[in-house]
């Protein structure tokens, strides 16, 4: 007997209805979602891709007001490097000019030193602390103070060079990394969504640990533009300082030199009139000495001359000795004679004593034409010093580096 097969539960007439409007109420709900994600999926494509539009919009906009902004520091860093360039090779030259300054002081200062040390071969009297030494001093030590002023200002224009040069180097690294990050924001200003050479790209999206704020990258430029400047204004004032210091320099110099060469002027005239005066009291001493020798000559002639009635006295006294008995009387005669020798005895004492005078002056006269020849030799000396040795060299000073 064939076994029986149970049949799959039936469904009631209003379960099937039911399960029918179920269907058509899910497939309804279902469609509906799907024609409305549909509408929010074309809004959405719609929004987004304007929004990416004006992204980009915004971001070309940016590169470009970036690079604005990077145009406007190159043209203040080119501005000021090309200031700071053209001062600092103009310092250099002022640089130049201060070392041929020091040089030119060189030749001055050995012809004032030359020349003391040539004064102090003059002799005797004249080694004197005249005023030609004082203002050959009074330039050692003018020449010697502006050697060491023009050391410091050179020493500080040294320094300037290398302020500016630093300077300089800041903005020219400045204009480089502009130049490069330039570079970069216009080859990115360029690309489209079409560019060649586009991908995706990871670990981009990023803020460098590094990186600084556009508030801090403006003042780093402003900072190197405004050191330039800086240096820029202080190298201008130096070589203001520096001109200042070289007219100065150079018009004490000749200032000082012009008061030594009328010293030196001064004191040769005033030497050649002592001179002059001594030479005129050699010839009158000379003179005297040649009356005093006549006068010698002629004051032992005149003793020489007594000798005679000096003798015919002296015989007469003595023949009349001789006189016998009463006629050896104390007469006129006697007494006479006696006075005549007297009086030649008188006036031979009298002429000694003139000639012992003559002769002690004719030693003082002849001292005095030896003391005379000896100044007028060290006046001589000292002419030559100060006209020759010393005036001559001075002619070779030049002062001339203003």
């Known amino acids: 007997m064939a076994k029986l097969v149970q049949a799959p539960p039936k469904f009631t007439p209003p379960e099937w209805h039911n399960s029918n409007f179920t269907k058509y109420d899910n497939a309804e709900g279902q469609r509906s979602r799907s024609?409305?994600?549909?509408?929010?999926?074309?809004?959405?494509?719609?929004?987004?891709?304007?929004?990416?539009?004006?992204?980009?919009?915004?971001?070309?906009?940016?590169?470009?007001?970036?690079?604005?902004?990077?145009?406007?520091?190159?043209?203040?860093?080119?501005?000021?490097?090309?200031?700071?360039?053209?001062?600092?090779?103009?310092l250099l030259n002022y640089k130049t000019r201060l070392e041929k300054a020091l040089a030119a002081c060189e030749e001055p200062l050995a012809i004032a030193q030359t020349c003391l040390l040539n004064r102090e071969q003059r002799v005797s009297i004249d080694l004197v602390h005249d005023n030609v030494e004082k203002e050959l001093l009074k330039?050692?030590?003018?020449?010697?103070?502006?050697?060491?002023?023009?050391?410091?200002?050179?020493?500080?224009?040294?320094?300037?060079?290398?302020?500016?040069?630093?300077?300089?180097?800041?903005?020219?690294?400045?204009l480089k990394?502009?130049?490069?990050?330039?570079?970069?924001?216009?080859?990115?200003?360029e690309l489209h969504n079409n560019s060649a050479g586009i991908g995706l790209r990871g670990n981009v999206v990023r803020v460098e640990s590094h990186s600084v704020t556009p508030i801090d990258w403006a003042a780093f430029s402003d900072a190197n533009v405004e050191k330039a400047e800086r240096e820029r204004n202080s190298s201008v004032n130096l070589r203001a300082s520096i001109d200042g210091i070289l007219k100065q320099t150079a018009d004490d110099m000749h200032t000082q030199c012009a008061a030594v060469n009328l010293a030196f002027r001064e004191?040769?005239?005033?030497?050649?009139?002592?001179?002059n005066k001594l030479e005129q009291h050699l010839?009158?001493?000379?003179?005297?000495?040649?009356?005093?020798?006549?006068?010698?000559?002629?004051?032992?002639?005149?003793?020489?001359?007594?000798?005679?009635?000096?003798?015919?006295?002296?015989?007469?006294?003595?023949?009349?000795?001789?006189?016998?008995?009463?006629?050896?009387?104390?007469?006129?005669?006697q007494y006479r004679l006696?006075?005549?020798?007297?009086?030649?005895?008188?006036?031979?004492?009298q002429l000694t004593s003139t000639l012992a005078q003559a002769e002690a002056e004719l030693k003082g006269l002849i001292r005095?034409?030896?003391?005379?020849?000896?100044?007028?030799?060290?006046?001589?000396?000292?002419?030559y010093i100060d006209e020759v040795e010393c005036m001559r060299i001075r002619e070779a000073i030049s002062i001339n580096y203003f």
């Open 35 to 90: 024609e409305r994600l549909i509408d929010e999926s074309a809004r959405l494509m719609e929004e987004v891709d304007k929004t990416t539009r004006r992204s980009q919009r915004d971001v070309n906009k940016k590169i470009a007001q970036r690079l604005e902004d990077i145009n406007f520091w190159k043209s203040e860093l080119e501005l000021k490097l090309t200031e700071l360039t053209t001062e600092n090779e103009t």
């Open 139 to 174: 330039e050692v030590e003018a020449i010697q103070g502006v050697v060491a002023l023009l050391e410091r200002t050179h020493e500080q224009t040294v320094e300037q060079i290398r302020l500016n040069r630093s300077a300089k180097y800041y903005l020219e690294k400045d």
């Open 177 to 189: 990394d502009k130049a490069m990050a330039q570079n970069i924001d216009s080859f990115c200003s």
């Open 267 to 275: 004191r040769v005239a005033e030497t050649k009139k002592a001179k």
């Open 283 to 333: 010839d009158k001493v000379l003179g005297e000495i040649s009356t005093m020798e006549k006068n010698i000559i002629e004051l032992n002639k005149a003793i020489a001359d007594k000798n005679g009635p000096m003798m015919v006295s002296q015989s007469r006294l003595g023949e009349r000795t001789q006189r016998p008995n009463v006629e050896l009387c104390r007469d006129p005669v």
């Open 338 to 349: 006696i006075d005549e020798v007297n009086e030649i005895q008188r006036s031979i004492q």
């Open 368 to 383: 005095n034409q030896l003391l005379l020849e000896e100044d007028i030799q060290v006046k001589s000396n000292s002419l």
